[in-house]
């Protein structure tokens, strides 16, 4: 692509204006929200974005899927209520900040993290689209079977603290994400009798139920979120926990860059999503960083990395959509509903025919985050005020809105009983200190990570050497041990040298 036609296309996106900000701004609304998403969102909207030209439709499409995956993390560090599925790792140490009274400043650095891993994002997917969207041919299942084991292991990071209890948390998880109609014989297990569990437990009621409503009855027992020696800290809402997380987060931009790369990697195989991304992101954040054992207690590195790898995931999705006419996740498969309604033919041959659309939508989405900056960064610190709320009025309106969001996913009654029964799970697994995350793990990459594995078992066979018949997969391997023996291979060298000293 020419420097020309890319100043073209920079001006083209940039007269759009009007149409990238109501975008951005019910982006931010709907993620915010917990149960509603870009796709569903989308749904609704596509007899406007049918009506209009296909160019400012996907203006308005991009800004809006974008923006909803920044807004899932406002509930997720404030009030632990994670707004997409692909905030749910967000929750581990944005929380714990707001607890401390430094919501703004968790804010901040969600914020940041979400805007720039999408503009490094977008600006590698422009300059590489070519390689990028053969990929996406390279990832099958064997390489993404070591993919969700990156993800997996979190359990086992997190099961160091109490290995017995973070064990039977993951497990119990694991379990759980098995019920449903096997992949195989398309036998319906441990459902029952219910039609409503035969696609599996459903994910946003679980996910809520766990994190809001547990976090609800918990916090119906204190006076207010913040803890009493932070309420102070957490009470201004002047600029001091702003800039203190903007300088932290320029400081750290190369965590924000290759967390970034990672959704955009993960974003590019087709059926993978934002959670998958984030939970790998922040597995490999916690494994490399030099203290480890500071993630799940306010580590600002957590809150980044989370943040970081569901936001690479937005330029990811699109390019085997538009590069290969395959839909990289449900939202990119509604956005292709537009395409095909407007007689645009997916493939190699559209960056030929129409290059304007096809690197146009990336360079509006990279419009779109530098957009979000001037929109996001100044609210910050009137929405941490949030947690100063007493728990008195604020446990009823998260119970209400959040029973409402586990039926307005399916619009199932059954969906606001797993909620209820899965925040008195999450309440009794706070109580007890048994890991919830470990469990919304297994429940949410369990599916998944069998799925893959069952699918590679069926093409050779039953024979398990496939998983390391691919070269790709085996580098894949080779990593993922790696990245499990270094932390253990540093810790032993630092009492080494403590001894020594």
Not at 59 to 66: D, E, I, K, P, V
Not at 178 to 183: A, E, K, L, R, T
Not at 199 to 213: K, Q
Not at 301 to 320: F, K, Q, R, W
Request: proline residues 5%; aromatic residues 12%.
């Amino acid at each position: 692509m020419s420097w020309d036609l890319l100043g073209h296309l920079f001006v083209s996106q940039l007269s759009l204006w009007w149409i990238i900000w109501p975008g951005i701004i019910l982006g931010i609304i709907v993620g915010f929200l917990p149960g509603f998403n870009a796709e569903n969102t989308l749904i609704m909207l596509l007899p406007l974005t049918l009506a209009m030209p296909v160019h400012y439709a996907f203006a308005f499409m991009t800004s809006l899927y974008c923006a909803t995956h920044l807004g899932g993390g406002i509930p997720a560090i404030l009030v632990r209520i994670p707004g997409t599925p692909g905030a749910a790792a967000t929750t581990l140490d944005g929380y714990p900040l707001t607890q401390q009274g430094r919501g703004q400043f968790a804010l901040v650095l969600s914020f940041f993290a979400s805007v720039f891993s999408g503009l490094f994002a977008c600006i590698v997917t422009v300059a590489l689209l070519p390689y990028l969207s053969a990929m996406g041919l390279y990832l099958r299942s064997v390489e993404m079977v070591v993919v969700m084991l990156f993800g997996l292991t979190l359990i086992a990071v997190i099961a160091a603290k109490d290995v017995l209890k973070g064990l039977i948390a993951g497990l119990f998880g694991l379990m759980i994400g098995m019920i449903g109609v096997d992949h195989i014989y398309n036998t319906p297990r441990a459902t029952f009798g219910f039609l409503e569990l035969y696609d599996g437990v459903p994910l946003v009621p679980a996910l809520i139920g766990l994190f809001a409503v547990g976090e609800a009855l918990t916090m119906a027992e204190r006076k207010l979120i913040v803890k009493s020696e932070s309420r102070k800290v957490g009470g201004g809402h002047d600029w001091g926990q702003t800039i203190e997380a903007m300088h932290y987060s320029i400081k750290r931009w190369w965590h924000v860059f290759w967390t970034g790369m990672v959704g955009l990697v993960i974003g590019i195989v087709p059926g993978a999503g934002a959670s998958i991304a984030s939970f790998v992101a922040y597995q490999q954040s916690r494994m490399w960083s030099k203290h480890p054992e500071t993630y799940g207690t306010g580590e600002p590195d957590g809150v980044i990395a989370a943040e970081g790898g569901n936001n690479g995931v937005c330029s990811g999705t699109l390019v085997p959509m538009m590069a290969l006419g395959v839909p990289g996740g449900s939202t990119a498969a509604v956005m292709m509903i537009v395409l095909q309604y407007h007689g645009m033919v997916m493939g190699p041959q559209l960056f030929t025919d129409d290059p304007e659309l096809a690197y146009g939508v990336f360079v509006g989405m990279l419009l779109s985050y530098l957009f979000m900056i001037l929109t996001i960064f100044p609210l910050a610190r009137y929405m941490s005020r949030v947690v100063l709320i007493e728990t008195t009025y604020l446990v009823p309106i998260i119970i209400l809105v959040t029973v409402v969001a586990a039926f307005s996913e399916r619009q199932y009654m059954f969906d606001m009983g797993v909620a209820i029964v899965f925040g008195l799970i999450g309440y009794i697994a706070n109580k007890t200190d048994f890991h919830v995350a470990a469990i919304l793990i297994g429940v949410i990459l369990g599916p998944i990570f069998e799925n893959y594995l069952v699918r590679a078992m069926r093409l050779s066979e039953g024979d398990p050497r496939i998983l390391f018949s691919s070269t790709l997969g085996n580098i894949l391997w080779g990593f993922l041990v790696l990245s499990l023996l270094f932390p253990a291979f540093r810790a032993w060298l630092k009492k080494r040298k403590a001894a020594a000293a």
